[in-house]
């Protein structure tokens, strides 16, 4: 029992927390201080606790890792989710899988954004830092993991197996440690799940930062000065979150074999929301620059993205949406705790917001429709609409709960087809957002009237009309829907264009926002045709119902293909060439019969493996396999001179009873090729053989092996076989028998064996065929020899391909947006860089 990494774990998280709070209560002393000396003795004071929280927490990471890295399987958290079996990069996934691993994610990210605050902005350092230390506080007591006067707080990633598990075994044994754990959820074994958590957690831990500067800019009286430092930091926030969640969207897309990137989950819903209303917020803080109009939207809504993502972790971690979404963690009973920290939250923002509200800058000024404050007003509340659109029906669960809390039985449900619910309006926001950023662009770099107003988007219009007519007659675009938002996303991208060619003309740093514009654009129309044109081109033409058991869609739109045998699919000949498994040191894929697997992780070579006819491993050797619990099924695609191999795969994870199928994607300049398994035989099903048939036959004589082309070789003395001893008067024959397949012979090597004057036949199988031949007699007189054929029905796999056009539209479009974000985010960090030299920003 590893006993003191475990308690050192715990030590440092009490650690973390209790330097946490001594950090914030400095810096609010530093804060509240009116001597210069008092203050910078508090600052420091403040500065070195956080250190030690940073160096504290930096530690329970190291430990857990640790922990979940070298199987130490007597802790709750790696035996739940880990295992021996699982890769370094897959122990990095199992680190964040549980609630506790996900908030000491966010813990870490805070801590260097601290350290980096702390570093960059002197002025601002107290006020901030303290809000910082007490939201780490917050986060820590997550995973506290201690129990006072009978009130649980927070839960302990390392706690012991045995306290956690009532299990008979730790009755009679108490020291009891499991060989290995439970494994890492088979859908979580990709290397989207390596990098997208660490970034969305980035994303969540940014949202912090403009919040901090805010609520300190309440706190001072400084209403409208924290706007400039907290832009920059916005702008960061807003690109990180926005591609970890795209990121998520991508590993759906190869991962999960709904053919989507975006099914409008709970979870999804509960972070997408916050970096819409960050996104308008960052437009207002925008505008104030220009107009002190935008400052009240700006605080409200700087502060309300930070809010929305302490509202998500609640919706995501109280278990509340057990029931309406696969990926809400379960509750560890911790759902008041959250809830008493959103509280507390919303109260003390709501309280700082009143008490200054009537001290806020605000133009009484109209705001004229030609003016730039006037469009942006109109984006911001178009993005916050749809995020309202959003979140409303994804509280429904909480909503049933708050007034069950009264005796009120409320039956509300969620919408049933999300996808549909959610789409059909938030396309139109799409719509509305491309037309407003299309046209607000011009408001922005030029002083705007009607006639001015006509002259500028004259251009853009006709170009659009005429690219969208183009587009409209090439791709046979009908729908009167389909076609607003390809008008208005070719609009957007036109009109975006022309501000982006005016800005390089002048001043390239000043083209951030045109390209983000552009990127989103782009992102609406690859939706648009990714998902309003998918075409499913596996559609079953052959009049055959696959199986009455499966439900009329698969039969209806899926492919039957058995190993070896060629399918037509529209302009694609297939085939299906067998399963595959993948080993260390080996280039590509190897065919599942071709290796002994001897344990989880371990197989014997069956044959010489060879990789462009040299030979990598022996027969014999033992190798070590990749991912031992997923197999690939390798289908071949022909068309015309064309070839090309998928493998969309599937992971059984017998721990978990979990099948998880995975999709294989080619990816061409106009659409992918997205292709996955429906489904397979059982592979732990006994094989029904035909009954035998003889073939009569002679050395290289060909003769027909369930329609494939075969000839004894060579039949000869063996002295030795494997598992059996031969003595003084025995015998045993071998025959090489080779069999053409297609694309590559198989050879079998069946035995005829004389033991204590008894005969015995050892079949050979040739799995890729469906055929096992046997030598059943040996005529020396006429040197001939029978083969006893038996035949069985060959592997198959039912399978499901589909098109989605123009779907790299939308993975390039996100490029671009984060292109434009990087420039925007430059220029206004070079902004506030340039006012700390003149004095106006310490």
Same mark, same amino acid.
């Given at each position: 029992?590893?006993?003191?990494?475990?308690?050192?774990?715990?030590?440092?998280?009490?650690?973390?927390?209790?330097?946490?709070?001594?950090?914030?209560?400095?810096?609010?002393?530093?804060?509240?201080?009116?001597?210069?000396?008092?203050?910078?003795?508090?600052?420091? !004071?403040?500065?070195?606790?956080?250190?030690?929280?940073?160096?504290?927490?930096?530690?329970?990471?190291?430990?857990?890792?640790? @922990?979940?890295?070298?199987?130490?399987?007597?802790?709750?958290?790696?035996?739940?989710?880990?295992?021996?079996?699982?890769?370094?990069?897959?122990?990095?996934?199992?680190?964040?899988?549980?609630?506790?691993?996900?908030?000491?994610?966010?813990?870490?990210?805070?801590?260097?954004?601290?350290?980096?605050?702390?570093?960059?902005?002197?002025?601002?350092?107290?006020?901030?830092?303290?809000? !910082?230390?007490?939201?780490?506080?917050?986060?820590?007591?997550?995973?506290?993991?201690?129990?006072?006067? #009978?009130?649980?707080?927070?839960?302990?990633?390392? $706690?012991?197996?045995?306290?956690?598990?009532?299990?008979? %075994?730790?009755?009679?044994?108490?020291?009891?440690?499991?060989?290995?754990?439970?494994?890492?959820?088979?859908?979580?074994?990709?290397?989207?799940?390596?990098?997208?958590?660490?970034?969305?957690?980035?994303? !969540?831990?940014?949202?912090?930062?403009?919040?901090?500067?805010?609520?300190?800019?309440? +706190?001072?009286?400084?209403?409208?000065?924290? %706007?400039?430092?907290?832009?920059?930091?916005?702008?960061?926030?807003?690109?990180?979150?926005?591609?970890?969640?795209?990121?998520?969207?991508?590993?759906?897309?190869?991962?999960?074999?709904?053919?989507?990137? +975006?099914?409008?989950?709970?979870?999804?819903?509960?972070?997408?929301?916050?970096?819409?209303?960050?996104?308008?917020?960052?437009?207002?803080?925008?505008?104030?620059?220009?107009?002190?109009?935008?400052?009240?939207?700006? @605080?409200?809504?700087?502060?309300?993205?930070?809010?929305?993502?302490?509202?998500?972790?609640?919706?995501?971690?109280?278990?509340?949406?057990?029931?309406? *979404?696969?990926?809400?963690?379960?509750?560890?009973?911790?759902?008041?705790?959250?809830?008493?920290?959103?509280?507390?939250?919303?109260?003390?923002? /709501?309280?700082?917001?009143?008490? *200054?509200?009537?001290?806020?800058?605000?133009?009484?000024?109209?705001?004229?429709?030609?003016?730039?404050?006037? +469009?942006?007003?109109?984006?911001?509340?178009?993005?916050?609409?749809?995020?309202?659109?959003?979140?409303?029906?994804?509280?429904?669960?909480?909503?049933?709960?708050?007034?069950?809390?009264?005796?009120? =039985?409320?039956?509300?449900?969620?919408?049933?087809?999300?996808?549909?619910?959610?789409?059909?309006?938030?396309?139109?926001?799409?719509?509305?957002?491309?037309?407003?950023?299309?046209?607000?662009?011009?408001?922005?770099?030029?002083?705007? =009237?009607?006639?001015?107003?006509?002259?500028?988007?004259? /251009?853009?219009?006709?170009?659009?009309?005429?690219?969208?007519?183009?587009?409209?007659? /090439?791709?046979?675009?009908?729908?009167?829907?389909?076609?607003?938002?390809?008008?208005?996303?070719?609009?957007?991208?036109?009109?975006?264009?022309?501000?982006?060619?005016?800005?390089?003309?002048?001043? $390239? #740093?000043?083209?951030?926002?045109?390209?983000?514009? %552009?990127?989103?654009?782009?992102?609406?129309?690859?939706?648009?045709?990714?998902?309003?044109?998918?075409?499913?081109?596996?559609? #079953?033409?052959?009049?055959?119902?696959?199986?009455?058991?499966?439900?009329?869609?698969?039969?209806?739109?899926?492919?039957?293909?058995?190993?070896?045998?060629?399918?037509?699919?529209?302009?694609?000949?297939?085939?299906?060439?067998?399963?595959?498994?993948? $080993?260390?040191?080996?280039?590509?894929?190897?065919?599942?019969?071709?290796? #002994?697997?001897?344990?989880?992780?371990?197989?014997?070579?069956?044959?010489?493996?060879?990789? =462009?006819?040299?030979?990598?491993?022996?027969?014999?050797?033992?190798?070590?396999?990749?991912?031992?619990?997923?197999?690939?099924?390798?289908?071949?695609?022909?068309?015309?001179?064309?070839?090309?191999?998928?493998?969309?795969?599937?992971?059984?994870?017998?721990?978990?009873?979990?099948?998880? !199928?995975?999709?294989? $994607?080619?990816?061409?300049?106009?659409?992918?090729?997205?292709?996955?398994?429906?489904?397979?035989?059982?592979?732990?099903?006994?094989?029904?053989?035909?009954?035998?048939?003889?073939?009569?036959?002679?050395?290289?004589?060909?003769?027909?092996?369930?329609?494939?082309?075969a000839t004894l070789e060579k039949v000869q003395r063996v002295t030795e076989l494997d598992g059996l001893t031969l003595g003084e008067g025995d015998v045993a024959i071998k025959a090489d028998i080779r069999v053409k397949g297609g694309d590559r012979d198989y050879l079998a090597e069946p035995y005829y064996i004389i033991k204590n004057n008894q005969a015995g036949l050892l079949s050979d199988i040739i799995h890729d065929l469906g055929v096992k031949l046997t030598i059943t007699e040996i005529d020396p007189k006429s040197n001939s020899f029978k083969i006893g054929v038996n035949k069985t029905q060959k592997d198959w796999v039912i399978l499901e391909a589909v098109e989605k056009p123009m779907i790299n539209v939308l993975w390039i479009g996100t490029l671009v947006m984060?292109?434009?974000?990087? %420039?925007?985010?430059?220029?206004?960090?070079?902004?506030?860089?340039?006012?700390?030299?003149?004095?106006?920003?310490?």
């Amino acid at each position: 029992m590893h006993y003191f990494i475990g308690s050192l774990g715990h030590f440092l998280i009490i650690a973390a927390f209790v330097s946490a709070l001594v950090s914030a209560y400095g810096y609010f002393r530093s804060v509240q201080s009116t001597e210069i000396t008092d203050k910078d003795s508090w600052m420091r !004071f403040a500065r070195i606790a956080f250190w030690v929280h940073g160096g504290s927490a930096l530690g329970v990471v190291a430990t857990l890792f640790t @922990i979940i890295n070298r199987g130490y399987f007597e802790y709750h958290y790696a035996y739940s989710h880990s295992s021996t079996v699982l890769p370094v990069y897959y122990q990095i996934s199992a680190f964040w899988e549980g609630q506790e691993g996900s908030f000491l994610l966010w813990i870490f990210w805070n801590v260097i954004l601290g350290f980096v605050l702390i570093r960059t902005n002197k002025f601002w350092e107290a006020p901030v830092m303290a809000i !910082f230390a007490i939201v780490q506080g917050f986060l820590l007591s997550m995973i506290l993991g201690v129990v006072l006067f #009978n009130l649980k707080i927070g839960s302990s990633p390392f $706690i012991l197996l045995r306290d956690a598990m009532d299990a008979p %075994i730790f009755k009679t044994s108490p020291d009891f440690i499991p060989e290995d754990g439970s494994g890492l959820n088979p859908l979580l074994q990709n290397y989207w799940m390596v990098i997208h958590p660490p970034t969305l957690f980035l994303g !969540f831990a940014t949202t912090l930062i403009p919040f901090a500067y805010c609520i300190a800019g309440l +706190w001072l009286g400084k209403f409208k000065e924290w %706007i400039r430092p907290a832009l920059p930091w916005s702008l960061f926030s807003a690109v990180v979150l926005g591609v970890g969640i795209l990121m998520g969207g991508y590993w759906a897309y190869e991962t999960l074999n709904f053919g989507g990137y +975006w099914n409008w989950d709970p979870v999804e819903n509960a972070v997408y929301v916050p970096w819409l209303v960050l996104i308008a917020a960052i437009h207002t803080m925008i505008a104030f620059k220009k107009s002190t109009t935008a400052l009240k939207s700006a @605080i409200i809504l700087a502060v309300s993205a930070f809010l929305l993502i302490v509202y998500s972790t609640f919706l995501t971690r109280s278990g509340i949406l057990g029931d309406s *979404s696969v990926h809400s963690f379960t509750d560890l009973g911790l759902s008041g705790q959250l809830l008493v920290y959103l509280l507390a939250f919303v109260l003390g923002t /709501l309280f700082l917001i009143i008490r *200054s509200w009537k001290k806020l800058e605000s133009d009484e000024q109209e705001v004229s429709t030609y003016s730039r404050e006037f +469009w942006i007003f109109m984006g911001a509340t178009v993005l916050c609409l749809m995020g309202f659109q959003v979140i409303i029906p994804t509280s429904i669960p909480v909503w049933n709960a708050l007034v069950g809390l009264v005796g009120i =039985d409320s039956n509300m449900a969620p919408p049933v087809d999300q996808v549909e619910y959610y789409t059909q309006y938030q396309l139109w926001g799409g719509v509305l957002i491309a037309l407003l950023s299309g046209t607000g662009q011009f408001f922005w770099w030029n002083k705007m =009237d009607k006639t001015k107003l006509k002259d500028a988007l004259l /251009l853009p219009i006709v170009l659009t009309l005429a690219i969208t007519a183009a587009i409209i007659i /090439l791709f046979k675009v009908q729908n009167i829907t389909y076609i607003l938002i390809l008008t208005a996303g070719t609009y957007s991208i036109i009109a975006n264009a022309k501000i982006l060619l005016d800005r390089w003309k002048t001043n $390239i #740093n000043l083209s951030g926002g045109a390209i983000s514009h %552009i990127g989103i654009a782009m992102m609406l129309l690859g939706v648009l045709f990714s998902s309003g044109y998918s075409k499913i081109v596996s559609l #079953n033409q052959t009049g055959l119902v696959w199986s009455k058991e499966f439900p009329d869609e698969v039969n209806q739109k899926n492919l039957l293909l058995f190993q070896n045998e060629d399918r037509q699919m529209g302009e694609y000949s297939l085939n299906y060439k067998g399963t595959r498994k993948r $080993i260390e040191g080996f280039p590509g894929y190897v065919n599942i019969h071709d290796i #002994n697997q001897i344990n989880e992780t371990q197989a014997i070579a069956a044959v010489d493996l060879s990789s =462009d006819e040299e030979v990598v491993f022996h027969q014999g050797d033992t190798l070590t396999l990749i991912t031992p619990e997923t197999s690939y099924f390798e289908i071949a695609y022909t068309k015309g001179e064309t070839s090309f191999d998928l493998y969309p795969t599937v992971q059984i994870n017998e721990k978990m009873n979990m099948t998880v !199928f995975s999709p294989d $994607i080619k990816r061409k300049l106009g659409f992918d090729l997205y292709t996955h398994v429906r489904t397979f035989p059982d592979p732990d099903q006994e094989t029904d053989w035909s009954e035998t048939e003889i073939i009569t036959t002679q050395l290289d004589e060909p003769f027909f092996v369930n329609d494939f082309v075969a000839t004894l070789e060579k039949v000869q003395r063996v002295t030795e076989l494997d598992g059996l001893t031969l003595g003084e008067g025995d015998v045993a024959i071998k025959a090489d028998i080779r069999v053409k397949g297609g694309d590559r012979d198989y050879l079998a090597e069946p035995y005829y064996i004389i033991k204590n004057n008894q005969a015995g036949l050892l079949s050979d199988i040739i799995h890729d065929l469906g055929v096992k031949l046997t030598i059943t007699e040996i005529d020396p007189k006429s040197n001939s020899f029978k083969i006893g054929v038996n035949k069985t029905q060959k592997d198959w796999v039912i399978l499901e391909a589909v098109e989605k056009p123009m779907i790299n539209v939308l993975w390039i479009g996100t490029l671009v947006m984060v292109i434009g974000f990087i %420039i925007a985010i430059t220029r206004r960090y070079g902004e506030f860089v340039k006012m700390k030299e003149k004095g106006l920003e310490s």
